[in-house]
């Protein structure tokens, strides 16, 4: 077992990490704008989050403490099988719990519990360029930013409205960052687009297939496109969590049988769990937990070994 | 101790760990624009480099790097090999060849422009400035503005480039260009990103 090669703290090579926290400053420098890095080959394919995991792996110190969530679930196998990777290879605390995590490694969601200043939240991102469905050429999408070009974007919203009445955009939602660059904010619900404005953590935005790295650093400017007779609004629910009862969070679906019977529950099981450990009840929800003690505070915490 | 020798001691005792903590701090500090992030002494360069301009170099500095030496800087043989022993990085021939300049003497810096700016396509491939400063709180104090700083911070660096806040200005008016300033005081580092704007104290 001894005679196995050890791979270097968090998995990357220290060149390949400086690489990458040049790229990482120059995103805080430039709020919106898409730095291009040598993204690497990591040990799981192209959209399992490489470009948060790269990001993730050259800011980790021994001292963090990791969460990772994948659509706001600690439990999916994206956010067990990379909370894994950290934990063997740089040999860090793990949480479930979001506000005793110093990083949090999201795919496609912004937690519910408020995030806090010094903690860093790392977006594993499909495709950074908000105009690419627009323009596929990345010579003139990039044109286009250098110009503050963004009149296609308002176009593709006012064609929402002409279709359907409103911007039928629901995820993905284009943010406009301090005024100049326009952003895509990752797959995320335009629920959390809110969320990221004048946020006191640091988000960091990780896409390692299409090989770039933007950032948005606390207290920034983040306003989602819309136009006056249409302003922007989140989705709202007409029911609170099954589970917790919680109203005002993003909530999922779930198919409960073959009759068309579901519920809807809360998409951060983080933040249900809590909420379930105080008391709170849902409709669905079991008399009693199965074994509340492993959700009370401060989460499922794994300390490093 | 003669050139050789000084050439390669003092980098960083443990590579992986005192990078790590030095770039989180320079991260937190580009973050939070006006914030001053204290740092233990990681490197020991020879002088006239400081503890902390050092350690810097040493975290972001390699063979992709060119960099830029003030005259203060290249005038000392020992400086210049211990950079090119430990990091590797070339020397630019002139300030906009280079991806970070190291300036033991911010008081006698050249215009922020003679420096490479980026172009407005690729705004990311400017000069990052690290500036040895002998404090940050003995200067004229500016208030600072912009993303990451809540409502307004202060910070007072001394030996600061002549006419800086006008020339810092004229940085600020032309984003997403421009270059990004790392200040690196003996016991600690803050930053000044491009987006960061100076208010001079007097209303």
């Known amino acids: 077992m001894t005679d196995i090669a050890t791979y270097n703290f968090a998995y990357l090579d220290e060149q390949t990490k400086r690489m990458i926290r040049r790229a990482i400053l120059k995103g805080i420098a430039i709020p919106g704008y898409q730095v291009p890095f040598a993204s690497r080959e990591m040990p799981m394919p192209y959209g399992w989050g490489t470009g948060g995991v790269q990001v993730t792996a050259s800011i980790i110190g021994p001292d963090d403490v990791l969460k990772v969530i994948d659509q706001g679930a600690d439990d999916t196998t994206n956010a067990v099988s990379i909370r894994a990777f950290f934990r063997k290879v740089a040999n860090v605390a793990v949480t479930t719990d979001t506000a005793s995590a110093t990083i949090i490694q999201t795919r496609h969601r912004i937690p519910e519990h408020p995030l806090a200043a010094g903690q860093v939240l790392v977006y594993q991102v499909p495709i950074p360029e908000p105009l690419r469905f627009l323009e596929p050429r990345e010579t003139e999408t990039r044109k286009m930013h250098a110009l503050e070009e963004y009149g296609l974007m308002h176009v593709k919203l006012y064609e929402d409205i002409a279709r359907h009445g409103r911007i039928a955009t629901t995820y993905a939602y284009p943010v406009k960052v301090e005024g100049r660059y326009v952003m895509d904010p990752s797959p995320t619900p335009k629920f959390d687009n809110p969320k990221m404005n004048h946020s006191p953590a640091l988000q960091l935005f990780g896409a390692g297939r299409e090989k770039r790295i933007y950032a948005l650093p606390p207290f920034t400017e983040v306003v989602s496109l819309d136009f006056e007779d249409h302003p922007f609004e989140v989705q709202t629910f007409d029911q609170p969590c099954a589970l917790c009862a919680a109203k005002n969070v993003y909530l999922d679906e779930v198919i409960l049988d073959d009759h068309g019977d579901h519920m809807f529950v809360c998409s951060d099981t983080d933040y249900c769990e809590k909420r379930r450990g105080d008391g709170h009840r849902g409709h669905l929800a079991p008399e009693t937990d199965l074994a509340p003690e492993t959700h009370s505070a401060p989460g499922n915490m794994e300390p490093a070994q | ?203």
Not at chain 2, 137 to 154: C, D, H, K, V
């Open chain 2, 1 to 203: 101790m003669d050139v050789a020798a000084q050439s390669i001691e003092g980098g960083f005792a443990d590579p992986v760990f005192n990078a790590q903590a030095v770039f989180r701090a320079v991260m937190d500090a580009m973050a939070c624009p006006g914030s001053v992030q204290t740092l233990p002494a990681f490197a020991r360069p020879p002088s006239p480099l400081s503890i902390t301009a050092g350690a810097v170099a040493l975290t972001l500095c390699d063979n992709d790097t060119p960099l830029w030496l003030d005259p203060a800087l290249q005038a000392s043989a020992a400086t210049g090999s211990w950079l090119g022993f430990h990091s590797g990085a070339p020397l630019a021939n002139t300030p906009a060849d280079a991806h970070f300049a190291l300036v033991a003497k911010p008081a006698e810096l050249m215009a922020l422009d003679s420096f490479s700016q980026g172009t407005q396509d690729y705004p990311d491939r400017s000069t990052t400035l690290i500036l040895q400063v002998g404090d940050l709180i003995s200067g004229t104090p500016f208030l600072l503005e912009g993303p990451g700083i809540e409502i307004t911070a202060t910070i007072a660096p001394a030996q600061m480039p002549r006419h800086f806040v006008e020339q810092w200005r004229q940085n600020t008016e032309r984003f997403p260009r421009g270059v990004d300033i790392i200040l690196a005081a003996p016991d600690g580092i803050a930053c000044l990103p491009r987006t960061t704007r100076i208010k001079t104290m007097e209303a």
